[in-house]
């Protein structure tokens, strides 16, 4: 299943807002995958959820869409990492700002000078890192409690929100697209 929201007023809120189910951890590293072969230097996606909710999962999604160098796995004790690009594409700045509590913190990063030339993905980055782009999307991954099982195949639903000029032109589904994997439906 998936949603759609449109937003039509002027600042800082959301161009649109898109509601997409993610029944499997495969369909968060495809949606990743989709949104990887879709974004470009200068991007910034936050994605904020729970522990185990899927942040680095879609990340890595992200990371083979874009077809970087390296196994992406959460920062957390580096803070960030750069993964430099296979070919031609951008780099991929992963930046997990769960130890961080400052605005300070954030910028000691300087994740500002290499913001237009990578694409930069920040867990738990929500009320931290919107200041670096005016221009980014926010993914927030809900992860269903109490559905027994493996953690990281617990069913999922991400929101996603679009911010800025960039996203004026791209519909949600351009972005998400199905999520169909090895024969399981998204909708």
Do not use: C
């Given at each position: 299943m998936s949603e759609s929201e449109t937003a039509s007023d002027g600042g800082?809120?959301?161009?649109w807002v898109h509601r997409l189910d993610l029944p499997t951890s495969a369909h968060t590293t495809e949606l990743g995958r989709r949104l990887g072969s879709?974004?470009?230097?200068?991007?910034l996606v936050v994605l904020t959820g729970d522990l185990g909710a899927g942040k680095t999962t879609l990340t890595q999604g992200i990371g083979s869409g874009l077809g970087?160098?390296?196994?992406?796995?959460?920062?957390?004790f580096i803070i960030a990492?750069?993964?430099?690009?296979?070919?031609?594409?951008?780099?991929?700045?992963?930046?997990?700002?769960?130890?961080?509590r400052s605005l300070a913190e954030v910028d000691d990063l300087d994740l500002d000078t290499t913001l237009a030339e990578a694409v930069?993905?920040?867990?738990?980055?929500?009320?931290?890192?919107?200041?670096?782009?005016?221009?980014?999307?926010?993914?927030?991954?809900?992860?269903?409690?109490?559905?027994?099982?493996?953690?990281?195949?617990?069913?999922?639903?991400?929101?996603?929100?679009a911010h800025g000029a960039r996203w004026a032109d791209v519909a949600p589904e351009d972005l998400t697209g199905r999520t169909d994997v090895e024969g399981h439906s998204g909708e």
């Amino acid at each position: 299943m998936s949603e759609s929201e449109t937003a039509s007023d002027g600042g800082d809120s959301a161009r649109w807002v898109h509601r997409l189910d993610l029944p499997t951890s495969a369909h968060t590293t495809e949606l990743g995958r989709r949104l990887g072969s879709m974004l470009r230097a200068g991007d910034l996606v936050v994605l904020t959820g729970d522990l185990g909710a899927g942040k680095t999962t879609l990340t890595q999604g992200i990371g083979s869409g874009l077809g970087v160098r390296g196994r992406i796995s959460s920062p957390t004790f580096i803070i960030a990492r750069t993964h430099a690009a296979a070919g031609p594409g951008p780099a991929l700045v992963h930046v997990d700002a769960y130890r961080l509590r400052s605005l300070a913190e954030v910028d000691d990063l300087d994740l500002d000078t290499t913001l237009a030339e990578a694409v930069t993905v920040v867990e738990w980055g929500a009320g931290l890192v919107e200041g670096l782009a005016e221009d980014r999307l926010e993914i927030i991954i809900h992860r269903m409690r109490g559905a027994g099982g493996d953690v990281g195949e617990q069913p999922r639903w991400a929101t996603i929100s679009a911010h800025g000029a960039r996203w004026a032109d791209v519909a949600p589904e351009d972005l998400t697209g199905r999520t169909d994997v090895e024969g399981h439906s998204g909708e």
